[in-house]
């Protein structure tokens, strides 16, 4: 089962499958990870905060 790299949540297949490159099962980040933002290849702060 796919799993956030940084928070290490389950997320679906199809999170994985959309959110993630060809080849790549796991998202460096998910919508658990409150404070990060996906930044091109690399993962950082988010600079304001997230509305859920």
Do not use: L, W
Not at 10 to 23: I, Q
């Amino acid at each position: 089962m796919p799993e956030c790299q940084n928070c290490g949540a389950f997320v679906t297949a199809d999170y994985a499958r959309v959110f993630t490159p060809n080849g790549v099962d796991q998202p460096r980040v998910c919508p658990q990870c409150e404070d990060k933002i996906r930044d091109g290849a690399s993962v950082r702060q988010a600079r304001s905060t997230r509305r859920g």
